[in-house]
């Protein structure tokens, strides 16, 4: 367990030590989801609220998108979003617990009115199905096969930069270091403005979360990392950072 809190310590330390670079505000939460626990077809709730938020309040389970404010996109037979809207209360329900359900659950605040997108950090809902606690198997650390390098690249061009992991059993984040912007969330991507040429691509069976840019301009240039949570008794991991740099003319090169 203490490790799982570092693990989560860090995510939030890596957002939040960042923050001085840009020139957001910040939104806070007011509360934050607990680890959970249920036993299968029991009803259970996730609690989350932001009475200051200017951004949507969205749901996401192992780089899932479940909900966005009280739309639920994930699940809508048993997912619903409860609590008081109006003093910023966002709580997920599920009803008829299943094996699917769990999962590690993050509660993002996207970036709107010119604060910044925020995240809770990952909390675990675990669904018991019997009596017999199951023996822990020993895991591998996680490592990145490919990590992000700095790129200079024109306007108007596409480009891709890699984070691929070995022994991945954390979810995957790309954070700009600059802003402090989350830009998605496993294969979602969350950061407002950039959804339509933004994209997480590669074979995720194969821990292929890499992150492309169409169309690049210069709202593009800044500092990127990739970043693995950790869970259990695996460690977190953070990528080398890359500097991104979108230039009118010249040759798109790669410094390794």
Known sequence: ???????????VAIVTSLMVFGAY??????ITPSATTGSLGDTV???CASSDKT??????????????DTEVLLNADRYSITGDQSAGQYFLT??????????????????????????TPGVDLTVIETTEAPTATPQP????RAEPQDITVQFGSTLV???????????????????????SNGRVVIADGFTDRYSVIGN???????????????????????FVDGSGNVPAITSRAAKVTAVTQGTFTTQF
């Not at 490790?3 to 310590?9: D, P, S, T, V």
């Not at 505000?25 to 007011?30: E, I, L, M, W, Y």
């Not at 984070?163 to 995957?172: A, H």
Request: aromatic share 6%; glycine share 10%; hydrophobic share 35%.
């Open 94 to 119: 599920i009803t008829d617990l299943a094996i699917d359900d769990a999962g590690t659950y993050y509660c993002i605040l996207s970036q709107g009115g010119g604060n910044a997108a925020t995240s």
């Open 204 to 226: 995720e069976a194969n821990g292929e979360y890499n992150l492309q840019i169409i169309n690049v301009e210069s709202s593009d240039d800044g500092v990127i990392v990739c």
């Open 141 to 144: 650390p996680q490592s990145f």
């Open 1 to 11: 367990m203490a490790n799982k809190n570092h693990c989560h310590q860090l995510i």
């Open 55 to 68: 951004g949507q309040l969205m749901w996401i389970r192992t780089g899932r998108l479940i909900s966005r």
């Open 161 to 183: 930069l890699q984070c691929e992991i070995d022994n991945r059993v954390g979810d995957v984040l790309w954070l700009r270091s600059d802003t402090s912007q989350i830009i």
């Open 45 to 47: 709730t996730l609690q």
């Open 25 to 30: 505000g910040q939104q806070t939460f007011d």
